[in-house]
């Protein structure tokens, strides 16, 4: 009489289906971390487009407010007669960046190489009375791949007055 050997394995089916099983739950999982991936790339370009936007607008705030007088005000210039040296602030359309000058310093650029920034100044003052700069910002992270992960930008609008003034 023969006895039948019982084998011990996987059959090629079995293999074949563990095999597919763990290979949807690996590329599953890879799927799953490039989407965090790019959701990280993502908000750090949107915090620090929003961190630079800060900066820029307290230093600019912070120079309108000291300012004794508006000495000239263009568009893409504005030069505050100052305590000390003069400071201009000009905004380079051709390179996209915001500059700004004490005196005969050397220009000295107000953000990061990653971020290109447009604007305009406006004059609001009104009769002799106040001394008012209107600024308008525009921030856009510098993409130049097109990556949706790295589309950012902001704008902000606002004021302020001189109060240094005589």
Excluded: C, W
């Excluded at 293999?15 to 971390?33: D, E, G, K, P, R």
């Excluded at 263009?74 to 390179?95: C, K």
């Excluded at 609001?124 to 992270?141: C, F, G, P």
């Amino acid at each position: 009489m023969k006895k039948s050997q019982k084998q011990s394995g996987f059959t090629l089916i079995e293999l074949i289906l563990y095999l597919a099983i763990v290979s949807i739950i690996l590329v599953s999982i890879s799927y799953l971390m490039l989407d965090m991936l790019s959701g990280q790339t993502k908000n750090y370009t949107s915090q620090d487009i929003n961190q630079q936007l800060r900066f820029i607008s307290n230093i600019i705030t912070k120079d309108i407010r000291a300012a004794q007088d508006i000495t000239s005000i263009s568009d893409d210039n504005l030069v505050l007669t100052m305590p000390g040296d003069d400071i201009t602030l000009h905004f380079d359309t051709a390179n996209s960046t915001l500059t700004r000058q004490v005196g005969f310093s050397n220009l000295i650029i107000l953000h990061d190489t990653s971020v290109k920034v447009t604007g305009v100044f406006a004059d609001q003052s009104y009769d002799a009375r106040t001394k008012n700069v209107a600024v308008t910002l525009r921030l856009e992270y510098d993409n130049p791949s097109n990556q949706p992960e790295y589309a950012a930008s902001t704008t902000a609008i606002f004021s302020a007055e001189l109060r240094g003034r005589k």
